[in-house]
């Protein structure tokens, strides 16, 4: 699989990745595969060329760092793995839930992640979500502690707003931003995006396939398990949902063209918006995986590639991205140092 760069610090990964949520559930489902299912899927992205791997604390919570240290403990040498900080756990010194950054949290969290991970050493250490009541100066300048003491190779953070990335950049530089971020929903390419460009910080997508919707297998007549976040999220019901089909339709026109799947080409849209953008869909299905994966090797002529993106400008999409609980913990601002 081709390579890409995130960041300026040399953080080399395959140009699309694994998000491993969805092995211990996802969107309220907690279903997922097997222990031992989940684990042979990630060594059989290895064999495909997968180098990159998402996880996070809170994820199952706990059991998916577990699985993926124990997935790639064989093949450490030759991934890159990331996972995230930032909510509170007992374990790492916060009671109550909710998102936590404090420093002396953020250091129980990496040793405990290690452990997990089965590894002395994590390549990409995301702030999952930002702590409105913690500097964003502070967790970078710890994060600047473990860097320094070989535990963590390379600082990132998820939905955070512009003007926080910058302040975060100033203390400790940022190799890569984790959002939101496809044909589905673009928000960030009024503010984030740009931000990123300038200063010289990769992008990771998740969610690149829409939570499922850019795989054209979600019509007017699916129904989600009441446990499922897009039940009550706005763009899956009702009106809303039968306007955004005509993205699908569109993905399914040009798919037909160039004899791809909908899901690979909404991948190669994203692909091909900038050189330093990774996405990173999830599956809990070896086929879904090996469709992903396969939209590495899609290429798309100029006049191809312009049919796609003056579709995907024209298709207007209708609806939150998310449930109002959830949308107010992304594109957030850190509060400033005190004076």
């Not at 211990?24 to 180098?51: C, K």
């Not at 707003?161 to 910058?166: D, F, L, Q, S, V």
């Not at 993106?309 to 998310?322: F, N, P």
């Amino acid at each position: 699989m081709k390579q890409r760069t995130l960041g300026n610090n040399g953080l080399t990964v395959s140009e699309i990745g694994l998000g491993c949520m969805s092995l211990t559930g996802a969107y309220g489902n907690t279903g997922g595969p097997s222990r031992q299912d989940a684990i042979a899927m990630i060594r059989h992205a290895v064999d495909l060329g997968v180098t990159f791997f998402d996880t996070a604390e809170v994820y199952g919570p706990f059991t998916n760092e577990e699985i993926v240290g124990e997935a790639l403990e064989p093949v450490r040498d030759q991934v890159k793995i990331a996972t995230k900080f930032g909510f509170a756990f007992p374990e790492n010194g916060v009671e109550g839930g909710g998102v936590s950054s404090r420093p002396d949290s953020i250091r129980r969290a990496v040793d405990n992640s290690l452990r997990r991970l089965r590894t002395d050493y994590i390549d990409l250490y995301y702030q999952h979500r930002v702590d409105t009541t913690v500097p964003i100066e502070d967790v970078a300048g710890t994060v600047t502690e473990f860097i320094h003491a070989g535990k963590v190779l390379n600082f990132g953070m998820s939905e955070a707003a512009a003007g926080t990335i910058r302040r975060a950049h100033a203390v400790q530089p940022v190799t890569a931003v984790q959002s939101e971020y496809s044909m589905w929903w673009r928000e960030r390419e009024n503010d984030v995006i740009p931000a990123l460009a300038e200063l010289g910080i990769g992008m990771v997508p998740y969610s690149p396939l829409g939570k499922g919707f850019l795989t054209g297998t979600i019509d007017t007549t699916t129904t989600f398990a009441s446990t499922d976040m897009r039940a009550r999220t706005p763009r899956f019901q009702g009106e809303a949902l039968k306007a955004n089909l005509g993205l699908v339709e569109v993905l399914n026109r040009v798919a037909a063209e160039v004899g791809a799947t909908p899901a690979q080409l909404a991948l190669v849209w994203l692909l091909n918006q900038q050189p330093w953008i990774v996405p990173i869909p999830g599956t809990k299905r070896t086929e879904r995986l090996e469709e992903n994966i396969g939209a590495s090797g899609i290429e798309l002529t100029d006049t191809q590639l312009s049919d796609l993106r003056a579709a995907a400008d024209q298709v207007q999409i209708v609806g939150a991205r998310y449930p109002e609980e959830n949308d107010r913990m992304t594109n957030l601002e850190a509060p400033l140092p005190p004076q």
